[in-house]
């Protein structure tokens, strides 16, 4: 099937730069709690192609937590480096003293600007939820997953393709809605 959308990644020869990805299941990211998943790599889209990095859970963060605090002077969320955009689902796993969210419940990042973002409990900034407190809040991107090479995969230049591996069911990701044909990323090194 042709790709609506490619998922690509730069990286540069010899570097180690983390492939990074939200993996989905359908329209929706995938929970990949109590999940065991795999990254590989290799020469060609096809079946035929050599593998560059065999597939391996080795160097394989699933969901990576971040730490979020409440800031009372714009009524966001704030978090460094955060890598959310609008109408990203967030689970929290502690809240610390925050109050408007817990643990229970999946959100949804809208007004995402530099380091701040707000919450809704239902996408497109519907049901936004009103916060308050204090302290330190953590939490992971439903489906997140990243890859930090652990050798030689980017020794070489030219265009590999990877891709990231749920054991239940057996299924290669991403998969994004716009990417219908098995979800490869291209991995270009220069």
Known sequence: ????????????????????????????PFNL????????????DSAGGTAVQARTSTGVEIQPTQTAVFDSTTGKMRCAQHGLVDNQKIKFTDIGSTTGIDTTKNFYTHDVTGDYFSLSLENDAKNPVTLGGSGNAVFYIVGHVQYTPQGSEYANVGTFYAGFFSETPEE????????NDGGMIEVIVQ
Do not use: C
Request: without cysteine; charged residues 25%; glycine residues 8%.
């Open 172 to 179: 290669l990701y991403p998969m994004h809605p716009d990417q």
């Open 33 to 44: 709690t109590g999940q065991t998943v795999e990254f590989g790599m290799w020469t060609s």
């Open 1 to 28: 099937m042709k790709r609506e959308r490619d998922v690509k990644f730069y990286a540069s020869k010899n570097g180690s730069e983390v492939i990074s990805t939200v993996l989905y299941k359908g329209d929706e």
